[in-house]
């Protein structure tokens, strides 16, 4: 890899962009080989959760200047853009949970690759900013719909058009980051909650990412509790359940 930096450690696998000389701005290289980790990470059972964040200190700072912005027209621009919003589909669509550890600058496309995470967790020094407006463009990876799924019309429209730059907190307070951290606490904190879930059965976590899918892909409300019922039914009595459960009542 020569974008990103990956490794595994107690179910959590940590991927790194590794592009701080441009502030780890989005490469169509970059995307190619998150679209590789990621394919091996999906049926990897030591992962149970994925950490991104970058190097340096920018999470990403958008797309790169040079292969983006150095296309004209929609001929040229509808694959590039294509091909990055493919990624981040990829990741909102995920079996597995995602954490954008958000480290410093997320704005433009770093924005819109944190809300296709699962979960965001920002240091205090981080800044927030829906750019694309000030630019005479929109966003381009589908990032202002996963906005508009996430948080009221009111609050999403008010980031994406004003092109508005907030810092961590304010980014809490509207609801687009969960947890805000010191710049030292981070890292601890991201992974603290990363262990809490890695430490869960791998087959559980996946059944509970399905139901946040279902809900995504517009299935009926109460074909959604059925669905949920019929998958906890296929994992009942399993050898794993009923160990447990023994134990519990040798404890009681």
Avoid at 51 to 62: E, L, P, Q
Avoid at 83 to 103: C, F
Avoid at 109 to 116: D, L, Q, R, V, Y
Avoid at 130 to 138: A, E, G
Wanted: glycine share 10%; hydrophobic share 40%; net charge negative.
């Amino acid at each position: 890899m020569n974008t990103i930096l990956n490794h595994v450690e107690n179910g959590i696998a940590t991927i790194t962009f590794n592009r701080p000389e441009v502030r780890n701005a989005i490469s169509l290289g970059m995307v190619d080989e998150l679209h590789t980790v990621l394919d091996e990470y999906k049926n990897d059972p030591a992962v149970k959760v994925i950490v991104f964040t970058g190097a340096g200190n920018a999470f990403i700072s958008g797309g790169d200047l040079e292969q983006f912005l150095a296309v004209r027209g929609e001929e040229q621009a509808h694959p590039l853009l294509h091909k990055a919003a493919r990624l981040l589909t990829e990741i909102d669509q995920y079996p597995k949970p995602t954490i954008a550890m958000i480290n410093g600058a997320a704005i433009g496309g770093g924005c819109e690759f944190a809300t296709s995470c699962t979960f965001r967790y920002a240091s205090e020094r981080a800044k927030i900013g829906f750019v694309q407006v000030t630019m005479h463009i929109t966003t381009g990876w589908g990032g202002g719909s996963r906005l508009l799924a996430k948080l009221s019309d009111s609050q999403a429209l008010s980031l994406l058009l004003t092109g508005e730059r907030l810092t961590a907190s304010k980014a809490l307070e509207l609801g687009f980051i969960d947890h805000v951290s010191s710049e030292d606490a981070l890292s601890g904190d991201v992974y603290e909650f990363a262990g809490k879930i890695a430490r869960q059965p791998l087959e559980s976590i996946e059944a509970y990412m399905r139901l946040v899918q279902w809900k995504k892909q517009g299935v009926p409300y109460q074909e959604r509790i059925e669905r949920e019922v019929r998958q906890c039914a296929q994992m009942w009595g399993t050898e794993q359940h009923v160990g447990v459960v023994n134990q519990f009542l040798e404890k009681k």
